[in-house]
């Protein structure tokens, strides 16, 4: 079993800046873990934000690409964080942090957790 924490999600006004963070365990030292960033919107389907990969390739949507930054932690390995810079109300939405894998030394592990989310709200 796979747990997925996201912290970080508060209120700020547009312009401003949020750091999110998110940790998977258990944390073998020896396996790194996928992980992604999803936004949701009140309404809406669940859309995404941004992925880094177990060997640190960044991946990130459109709407977000120049303002937002994911990395992997230096001090923990399966922890990454999400810096949203020059935020906008249309970022508003709970952000869901996802694993779909990790892999240990040459084996590869497919995994579909999702964590409990964390609100953001941008206000105009």
């Known amino acids: 079993q796979v747990q997925i924490m996201e912290f970080g999600g508060d209120s700020v006004e547009a312009g401003g800046s949020l750091r999110l963070s998110c940790t998977a365990s258990p944390d073998p030292g020896y396996c790194r873990y996928d992980m992604s960033w999803f936004r949701q919107a009140r309404g809406q389907e669940r859309m995404f934000v941004s992925s880094?990969?177990?060997?640190?390739?960044?991946?990130y949507s459109d709407s977000v690409k120049g303002r937002f930054t994911i990395s992997q932690d230096d001090n923990a390995e399966n922890s990454i964080s999400l810096e949203m810079n020059s935020l906008k109300p249309e970022d508003t939405g709970m952000y869901y942090c996802?694993?779909?894998?990790?892999?240990?030394?040459?084996?590869?592990?497919?995994?579909?957790?999702w964590g409990q989310g964390t609100q953001v709200t941008v206000s105009s």
């Open positions: 880094i990969s177990s060997d640190g390739k960044t991946s």
């Open positions: 996802k694993t779909d894998g990790r892999r240990c030394g040459n084996t590869w592990y497919t995994y579909n957790y």
